[in-house]
């Protein structure tokens, strides 16, 4: 895990816990899950199918589709555009989808 580049510009008391690939991390309430998770650690939130380029949110308003992450089992989940919430299981993307995960 690294520090995150990015920092509150001002700080908010109540939070809630989602856990993100297995590790229970904190949030501010009311923060999107793309803003928490830039805020937890600044990671790449998917791998391209590709080159395995390493991806960030962009927009951060649901227009370019970079903040693609699996949400409680749901693939291709938009995280900009979703409220965090507790208990939250997210998983980051890496690469392609199986055939089996279609939905």
């Known amino acids: 895990m690294q520090d995150s580049r990015f920092e509150r510009r001002t700080s908010q008391t109540a939070t809630v816990s989602f ?3 297995g590790v229970s991390v904190t949030a501010c309430a009311g923060d999107t899950l793309a ?3 830039l805020a937890h650690d600044g990671a790449a939130f998917r791998t391209t199918g590709v080159s ?6 962009f927009c951060m308003m649901g227009v370019c589709f970079e903040c693609l992450v699996e949400l409680d ?7 900009c ?12 993307h890496s690469g392609f989808r199986t055939l089996g995960d279609a939905r």
């Open 19 to 21: 856990t993100l690939d």
């Open 35 to 37: 803003a928490a998770l």
């Open 52 to 57: 395995g380029a390493p991806k960030l949110p």
């Open 73 to 79: 089992g749901q693939p291709n989940v938009q995280s």
């Open 81 to 92: 555009m979703v409220e965090v919430q507790n208990g939250m299981t997210v998983r980051r």
